[in-house]
């Protein structure tokens, strides 16, 4: 186990976030990434939107859906998305992982904030920001001695793997639950509450289901979890390039070049 020293990697924000490399399509690297300084502009095949009030937005047929996966918070970019187009409702659907890019082909919603890896054919993705991995345990675990943990810490320990669980990851020395794993990470955390085992998350789920009887910490060697924006190639609208812009850190007065 680890003793000491911070529990952020350099460059991790206070949600243990650390922006993300961009990729298109292809997987080709971007410039940019999540409100990147200097960042070039993603293009599309909408119409240019510029102003400071976004009239061909505005005058677009709303609302704006947003579909949003687990852990992702896009509170700051919806603040900003009223602010410019106060007459056009964006409404959030909440995905779940493995329907995330069901959503987007299927034009259930017209953006999405998923987690990668996800198939990007026929789809845009500008990869945002990645989240650490945290293991959460019961709050009197032995495991919470330390500042952060390794895998080789798990060793031994009933490792619960959801079936919502993004990772796919195999914890060597880790002991199999006897017990069917739960089907949402929530019921995982349920279990871990009662003692029973650990679960390995992104860090922004292990806040969204924070309790008093669980704790966490962060998995040092685990693997990052890439939070992207994702919208279809052939549905790109002036709405979607707003809320790409807005999330690229563009600002209203800034032309698309």
Do not use: C, N
């Not at 852990?71 to 909440?94: D, H, M, S, Y």
């Not at 650490?132 to 009933?158: F, R």
């Not at 990851?169 to 794993?181: Q, R, Y």
């Not at 924006?229 to 209203?252: H, K």
């Amino acid at each position: 186990m680890a003793q000491s020293g911070s529990s952020r990697g350099r460059g991790r924000d206070s949600a243990g976030r650390r922006p993300a490399k961009a990729s298109g399509p292809a997987g080709r690297p971007r410039k940019g990434g999540a409100a990147q300084p200097g960042a070039k502009p993603v293009r599309s095949a909408s119409a240019s939107i510029t102003g400071p009030d976004v009239k061909p937005a505005a005058a677009a047929s709303g609302p704006f859906v947003l579909g949003v996966i687990p852990g992702a918070t896009p509170g700051k970019w919806i603040g900003t998305w009223r602010e410019r187009l106060p007459a056009v409702p964006l409404e959030l659907v909440q995905l779940s992982v493995r329907d995330q890019r069901a959503s987007l082909i299927e034009g259930t919603v017209a953006a999405a904030l998923v987690r990668l890896p996800i198939d990007t054919s026929g789809l845009h993705v500008i990869a945002l920001y990645d989240e650490v991995p945290v293991v959460m345990m019961s709050a009197d675990s032995h495991l919470t001695a330390a500042d952060e943990l390794t895998l080789a810490d798990l060793h031994g320990e009933i490792v619960i793997v959801p079936g919502d669980d993004i990772y796919a990851l195999t914890v060597s020395g880790a002991v199999s639950p006897s017990f069917d794993a739960p089907t949402e990470t929530a019921d995982a955390v349920a279990t871990v509450a009662a003692g029973v085992g650990v679960v390995i998350v992104p860090m922004s789920l292990a806040r969204a289901h924070q309790r008093k009887d669980v704790a966490h910490r962060p998995l040092r060697d685990g693997p990052v979890s890439t939070v992207a924006l994702a919208w279809r190639q052939d549905r790109a609208t002036p709405l979607v390039d707003v809320f790409v812009g807005i999330v690229r850190g563009r600002t209203a007065q800034s032309s698309r070049e």
